[in-house]
């Protein structure tokens, strides 16, 4: 059974601040192979893959050294969680060729958002006004960033629109899931699982890829599981409703990340858009913190 470590605020804001450092590493990586940055584009199927590749590699060696205590697992809601998973990630990736990566990342936190009303049929949860407010606001704010007034809405704000999507009803299995499964057997169990869907969709898209594509997947799937690693911890140190906006610094990694290397800052819409679901991220998270706080 998984032993809750002892609380850490300053180390949870630091380790959550890490892992979003890293995952906007692993969508620059993501468009540098879905460019021709570092070789003939790759297949954002064939990205995903290598993502779960070596995410479960990198998961195994962790496993083997922590040697954590394993319970049976729900096979069923992990592969409905996996298959969600894959598929958000794999959109993610898609899109990170078409789009800014702050744009890409901003449109990826609706997934809270959407998990919430998806949680509405799926879980029977009541939704108040507050809520349906902050949801509102965040998918004005995604709305901003299709930058729908040339009459056609962005393939890749779609792709990220999608993603979100995806990772908001990964949400409402990982809520089944937590509680009941330690952290690390969830981590490996998903990266199995993921890594067999994304081996079974690869196949029709597989081509060689160069000795630096090789090296940027291995890249990419040690940067993810290193990504939840930390993630995993922040949230063992710190209340989930602390941590959370510590993550959205991933906005800031991902605009420098891709001004670095590609050239490519955050315009005024793409600030406009991202603050705009940031609000609207962050009323919805006050108010998950408000629900759950002790009566006293």
Known sequence: MFVPRASNPGLAALLTVLAAALLAGTTLLAKMLGTDTIGPALNPLQISHGRFLFA????????GLVRPRFTRPDLRTH????????????????????????????ISFLNPVLGMILAIPLLGERVGPVRWAAAGIALTGAAILMRPGAGVVETGALLAFGAALCLGAELIFIKRLSGRESPWQ???????????????????????????????????????????????????????SYVAPFFYTALIFAGLYDGL???????????TGAAVILCGAGLLLWREG???APVT
């Open 186 to 240: 969830i981590l490996l169990v998903n990266n199995a699982i993921g890594l067999g869907i994304a081996t079974l969709a690869v196949i029709w898209v597989w081509a060689a890829p160069t000795p630096a594509q090789w090296a940027a997947l291995a890249a990419l799937g040690c940067l993810m599981a290193l990504a939840q690693t930390a993630f995993i911890n922040a949230i063992a140190r710190g209340d989930a």
């Open 290 to 292: 408000r629900r759950r």
């Open 56 to 63: 479960l590699l990198a998961v195994s060696v962790m496993v």
């Open 261 to 271: 290397v590609f050239g490519i800052w955050p315009d005024i819409t793409s600030i």
């Open 79 to 106: 592969a409905k969680r996996s298959g969600l998973g894959w598929g958000g990630v794999t959109l993610m990736f898609a899109a990170a060729a078409y789009i800014p990566l702050s744009d890409a990342t901003a």
